[in-house]
């Protein structure tokens, strides 16, 4: 039986000579999804209707390259003898870490030059990153990437998972946790609260900080189950990061409160 499962086919069609993937068909649709709901929501906030849609134009392309020289940099000693394979994105190999690094910088300098609230900014976005991230973790699905550790059939199948999930799982004769699958609801999960969240009219930057520890909690764990993390000596980056984020949102939280950088609440509707 398992010798006749075939892998779904990453590529969904061809214009001509150039195929395009499954995966950034999945990406651009997070991410259209994303700027969708961000544009909305930042209009119910008194932003200008272009705001977000200005944001993505610098946002976008910088998170790609940022989010591939994260991964390039920790795959160095495979890439230095590849050089030609670095800009091959279309193979896999970008880190979300990356991205949100090269986003947040584009963000906070995008808000400075709109004379906009990065914090404003931030929580209006938060809910639609998260759940941009939800959708894009199923392309790595359909290039049978960001997986787990091996498991058994009877295994998924006992997590009442459909078949298609199960028999995309079966890579090169072994089942594999669908990390991307752990990962892809925790994310659902997160934008769940940080909608709930609104009402709640927490502080300035709260809610974005409240993501940014929903994210690194759900990621420390699912990156320990892994097989493909990224390292740094024995560490494995994610976690590492992960932790730093954590401790970092947490002492910011504190900070501003303590500090009463933080007095306006989510829904006003000042800059």
Do not use: C
């Not at 061809?14 to 993937?21: A, E, Q």
């Not at 890439?79 to 963000?107: D, E, M, R």
């Not at 930057?205 to 000596?233: A, Q």
Request: proline share 4%.
């Amino acid at each position: 039986m398992n010798e006749n499962i075939q892998p779904l086919n990453p590529i969904a069609f061809s214009l001509g000579p150039i195929p395009v993937h499954w995966y950034g068909i999945i990406i651009g649709s997070g991410l259209a999804l994303a700027l969708y709901l961000a544009i909305r929501e930042g209009d119910r906030r008194g932003l200008p209707k272009d705001t977000f849609a200005d944001l993505m134009l610098w946002a976008i392309p910088i998170a790609i390259i940022s989010a591939r020289i994260y991964y390039v940099i920790f795959e160095w000693d495979f890439y230095k003898n590849n050089l030609g394979a670095i800009p091959q994105i279309w193979n896999g190999g970008i880190a979300i870490h990356g991205a949100l690094i090269g986003s947040v910088v584009t963000a906070y300098v995008f808000a400075k030059k709109r004379g906009i609230s990065f914090w404003k900014l931030a929580d209006i976005a938060a809910p639609s990153i998260i759940l941009g991230q939800a959708i894009g973790r199923w392309g790595n699905f359909m290039n049978q990437e960001a997986h787990g550790g091996e498991v058994s059939r009877a295994f998924l199948e006992n997590l009442h998972l459909p078949d298609f999930i199960i028999n995309q799982m079966y890579i090169n004769g072994t089942y594999y946790h669908p990390t991307f699958l752990y990962e892809s609801i925790w994310n659902l999960a997160g934008f769940i609260l940080l909608i709930l969240l609104r009402r709640v009219n927490l502080r300035r930057g709260e809610m974005f900080l409240t993501y940014v520890i929903w994210y690194s909690v759900g990621r420390f764990f699912i990156e320990g189950m892994r097989t493909d993390s990224l390292m740094l000596g024995g560490l494995r980056m994610a976690q590492t990061i992960s932790i730093a984020l954590i401790i970092g949102a947490v002492a910011i939280v504190i900070y501003r409160r303590v500090a009463r950088l933080s007095e306006t609440r989510y829904l006003a509707q000042e800059n």
